[in-house]
């Protein structure tokens, strides 16, 4: 319960980083070749400098403070598509399963997969949806499964934050024919995707309406924070590039412009769950 991660790192004569260690009891680690660092475990060494309990409790709290929470410990899961939803895009038993097993691992903070807010646009086939348009994704018995998976996802006092997105031109063929996205540009990357429809201004709007509308529905059932989906090339993504944002209305062209989409889904999400709510 001791042991503790040590890292020395010296550089060899081709310019790459090596590590250089031991696990307690065990055999010295081997030249790291090819690898930028390696990280090993070791125990203190006798007469060896150590903070305080007091020292590191202050250091974790100072460390973890997210806003208006505070994580029990640095540590934290990054988003990872599951692929584990029921025909009708709603949380499953497996979830539970899942994330009950990543809550006793002990990270203070879980964000989950990308829970999608269109039903037919999905990252991948399994993606949980909440799409404000289709009523059993958010009625009754959906939120119990959300909420299930939110109380096992939070069984041991860590904070379980949902990612919501849109895939965007990124939805693959064996999901959608028509995918949406700012502007009609394909993503050609071996043919998995199909050319996508340009949104109107009426869909970008209902859009973020959707996000919002998603982000109120995950907060009431239990879970602790909300991560916009900004990244990799989806939706908000493609809005922010020049390269896949051709429009030439308030949703294109210059920076901020192209911005507007992610503002505005911004400010939608915190109006919907309060000024308290991580986002």
């Given amino acids: 319960l001791q042991t503790r991660l040590a890292i020395a790192v010296s550089h060899n004569p081709f310019g790459r980083s090596v590590i250089r260690g031991s696990v307690a009891g065990g055999p010295s680690v081997p030249r790291a070749n090819r690898h930028r660092c390696a990280m090993v475990a070791s125990s203190t060494a006798p007469g060896?400098?150590?903070?305080?309990?007091?020292?590191?409790?202050?250091?974790?709290?100072?460390?973890?403070?997210?806003?208006?929470?505070?994580?029990?410990?640095?540590?934290?899961?990054?988003?990872?598509?599951?692929?584990?939803?029921?025909a009708w895009l709603r949380a499953t038993p497996a979830l539970e399963r899942l994330y009950r097993t990543w809550s006793e691992g002990g990270s203070g903070l879980l964000i989950t997969g990308n829970l999608q807010v269109d039903r037919f646009d999905l990252e991948r086939p399994g993606n949980v949806a909440i799409d404000q348009s289709e009523s059993r994704t958010f009625d009754a018995k959906a939120r119990a499964r959300l909420a299930a998976w939110a109380k096992a996802g939070t069984a041991s006092g860590n904070q379980l934050w949902v990612q919501i997105a849109h895939a965007g031109r990124q939805s693959p063929r064996?999901?959608?024919?028509?995918?949406?996205?700012?502007?009609?540009?394909?993503?050609?990357?071996?043919?998995?995707?199909?050319?996508?429809?340009?949104?109107?201004?009426?869909?970008?709007?209902?859009?973020?309406?959707?996000?919002?509308?998603?982000?109120?529905?995950?907060?009431?059932?239990?879970?602790?924070?909300?991560?916009?989906?900004?990244?990799?090339?989806?939706?908000?993504?493609?809005?922010?590039?020049?390269?896949?944002?051709?429009?030439?209305?308030?949703?294109?062209?210059?920076?901020?412009?192209?911005?507007?989409?992610?503002l505005e889904t911004l400010r939608a999400v915190r109006k919907a769950v309060g000024r308290d709510f991580p986002v």
């Fill in 48 to 86: 060896q400098r150590t903070t305080t309990a007091a020292t590191r409790r202050q250091l974790r709290m100072r460390m973890a403070r997210l806003g208006s929470r505070t994580l029990p410990n640095r540590l934290a899961k990054a988003a990872m598509t599951e692929g584990l939803a029921d």
């Fill in 174 to 262: 064996y999901v959608t024919g028509r995918p949406l996205a700012p502007s009609a540009v394909q993503l050609d990357l071996l043919g998995n995707f199909a050319r996508p429809r340009a949104l109107t201004e009426g869909e970008i709007v209902g859009l973020i309406g959707r996000f919002a509308h998603a982000a109120q529905i995950v907060r009431e059932c239990g879970f602790t924070g909300v991560q916009v989906h900004g990244a990799h090339g989806y939706l908000i993504s493609s809005f922010l590039s020049p390269i896949t944002n051709q429009r030439t209305d308030a949703w294109g062209g210059t920076l901020a412009n192209r911005a507007r989409f992610l």
